[in-house]
């Protein structure tokens, strides 16, 4: 994992932007965002560059990501894995499971086709290419981004039936592992199941012992939460729970902030989805360095776990992505509705000021009209602040190939 803490400071003797350039700003933001639209703006040493609106708590939809992910990485830590577990309770004789196959999680948010045949062709190789029972869940499971609580979509998945796509990227990633049993089949592999109703009592003469046989862990943290963060996906809504829950997460953010911003933070979710969520400017930007904080103590910057805008896939993708802004702007967006919410709060990195942290909340503008305008200011603070692209370089590896499958001990 990198190891940069902090942004290219720039060549010595690159002039700082003059005090008649940041005037500009204020005009910028007014004739651009609207007087009535939040922004705020703070260089590295604490001092604003420009407030406006900036106490007002709006509606910061998938900005409440930023302090569910503080919370996830100061609770968990950054290399913290999910385990799922697989279990037999019966014996296996002639490549069948004379029972059931138990799973069990303790909260894996991104456990995905990919994921569930890698566990397969574990299981396959421990010789289990038939179940004489059912797939049963000890646990609260969520497969393919949704709840499964009764795990019929992971073991129709299981079943060979998983999309081809997903089977190709094991394929794939099989072929680069001497742990795997590389194959040149174009077909998923896939477990036999019973129907649950030809599931048989098992009879007194051999009771029930059950068995591990395999360990999926999650990739770590940090990268789940980078993944989860670039598409802005709602899974976090969920995996709060892991963090306390949304309460706890309110409690971490009013904590880290200074005493006249607590009020300006309402975290009734962990993902941005409840109505209730209301965040002010200044208090965005104070939760975005406490996440900076929060990974410079383990060697890690804020790009690890929010995208970088024309560079990685995701939200933030075809924003900011000319020659001359892609790589520059770290951030997070949030949208609520079609006409309400929009967020874009992030960091750039400069040549003069060193990192420069901004938060803009809109409410009451249709969102590509928000978007839009959001991007066309940071163009306009680009150029006044002499920004330089990030030390950063994408991981382009499939999210599954950072998770391990394990024979159970």
């Given at each position: 994992?990198?190891?940069?803490?902090?942004?290219?400071?720039?060549?010595?003797?690159?002039?700082?932007?003059?005090?008649g350039?940041?005037?500009?700003?204020?005009?910028?933001?007014?004739?651009?965002?609207?007087?009535?639209?939040?922004?705020?703006?703070?260089?590295a040493?604490?001092?604003?560059?420009?407030?406006?609106?900036?106490?007002?708590?709006?509606?910061?939809?998938?900005?409440?990501k930023?302090?569910?992910?503080?919370?996830?990485?100061?609770k968990?830590g950054?290399?913290h894995?999910?385990?799922?577990s697989?279990?037999?309770?019966?014996p296996i004789?002639?490549?069948?499971?004379?029972?059931?196959?138990?799973v069990?999680?303790d909260?894996?948010?991104?456990?995905?086709?990919?994921?569930?045949?890698l566990?397969?062709?574990?299981?396959?190789?421990?010789?289990v290419?038939?179940v004489a029972?059912n797939?049963?869940?000890?646990?609260?499971?969520?497969?393919?981004w949704?709840?499964?609580?009764d795990?019929?979509?992971?073991?129709?998945?299981?079943?060979?039936?998983?999309?081809?796509?997903?089977?190709?990227?094991?394929?794939?990633?099989?072929?680069?592992?001497?742990?795997?049993?590389?194959?040149?089949?174009?077909?998923?592999?896939?477990?036999?199941?019973?129907?649950?109703a030809?599931?048989?009592?098992?009879?007194?003469?051999?009771?029930?012992?059950?068995?591990p046989l395999?360990?999926?862990?999650?990739?770590?943290l940090?990268?789940?939460?980078?993944?989860?963060?670039?598409?802005?996906?709602?899974i976090?809504?969920?995996?709060?729970?892991?963090?306390?829950?949304?309460?706890?997460?309110?409690?971490?953010?009013?904590?880290?902030?200074?005493?006249?911003?607590?009020?300006?933070?309402?975290?009734s979710?962990?993902?941005?989805?409840?109505a209730?969520?209301?965040?002010?400017?200044?208090?965005?930007?104070?939760l975005?360095?406490?996440?900076?904080?929060?990974?410079?103590?383990?060697g890690?910057?804020?790009?690890?776990?929010?995208?970088?805008?024309?560079?990685?896939?995701?939200?933030?993708?075809?924003?900011?992505?000319?020659?001359?802004?892609?790589?520059?702007?770290?951030?997070?967006t949030?949208?609520?509705?079609?006409?309400?919410?929009?967020a874009?709060?992030?960091?750039?990195?400069t040549?003069?000021?060193?990192?420069?942290?901004?938060?803009i909340?809109d409410?009451?503008v249709?969102?590509?009209?928000?978007?839009r305008?959001?991007?066309?200011?940071?163009?306009?603070?680009?150029?006044?602040l002499?920004?330089?692209?990030?030390n950063?370089?994408?991981?382009?590896?499939?999210?599954v190939a950072?998770a391990?499958v394990l024979?159970?001990?």
């Amino acid at each position: 994992m990198r190891s940069i803490l902090i942004p290219i400071l720039g060549l010595l003797g690159a002039a700082a932007a003059s005090s008649g350039e940041l005037r500009g700003l204020a005009a910028a933001a007014r004739s651009i965002l609207g007087a009535d639209q939040g922004v705020y703006i703070e260089a590295a040493d604490g001092t604003v560059l420009l407030a406006q609106a900036a106490a007002t708590a709006v509606q910061p939809a998938s900005v409440s990501k930023v302090p569910t992910t503080l919370a996830l990485l100061r609770k968990l830590g950054p290399e913290h894995r999910f385990v799922t577990s697989f279990a037999a309770n019966g014996p296996i004789r002639d490549g069948t499971l004379d029972g059931d196959l138990l799973v069990e999680s303790d909260g894996d948010p991104y456990f995905v086709d990919e994921n569930a045949l890698l566990v397969v062709e574990r299981l396959n190789e421990l010789g289990v290419q038939r179940v004489a029972g059912n797939l049963r869940p000890r646990s609260a499971l969520t497969f393919d981004w949704q709840s499964d609580a009764d795990a019929v979509r992971l073991r129709q998945a299981m079943s060979g039936m998983a999309p081809p796509a997903a089977w190709a990227v094991v394929r794939a990633l099989d072929a680069v592992n001497t742990y795997a049993s590389a194959t040149t089949s174009l077909t998923p592999p896939g477990i036999q199941f019973a129907t649950a109703a030809s599931i048989a009592s098992p009879g007194a003469a051999e009771p029930l012992i059950e068995r591990p046989l395999v360990v999926h862990r999650s990739q770590p943290l940090l990268s789940l939460a980078k993944s989860l963060n670039d598409y802005s996906n709602n899974i976090f809504k969920p995996l709060a729970d892991a963090a306390g829950g949304a309460a706890a997460v309110e409690s971490l953010a009013r904590s880290v902030v200074p005493a006249a911003m607590r009020s300006e933070i309402t975290l009734s979710d962990g993902a941005g989805t409840d109505a209730r969520n209301r965040l002010s400017p200044r208090a965005a930007v104070k939760l975005l360095r406490a996440l900076e904080q929060e990974l410079a103590a383990t060697g890690h910057a804020l790009f690890d776990v929010l995208p970088v805008a024309g560079i990685d896939e995701g939200t933030l993708r075809e924003r900011l992505n000319t020659p001359g802004e892609a790589g520059r702007v770290v951030g997070k967006t949030g949208t609520f509705g079609d006409y309400g919410a929009s967020a874009l709060i992030g960091a750039i990195s400069t040549s003069d000021r060193g990192t420069v942290y901004f938060a803009i909340l809109d409410h009451g503008v249709p969102v590509p009209e928000a978007r839009r305008r959001q991007d066309r200011f940071l163009r306009a603070l680009l150029t006044r602040l002499h920004s330089v692209p990030w030390n950063y370089q994408r991981d382009t590896s499939p999210a599954v190939a950072r998770a391990e499958v394990l024979t159970a001990p």
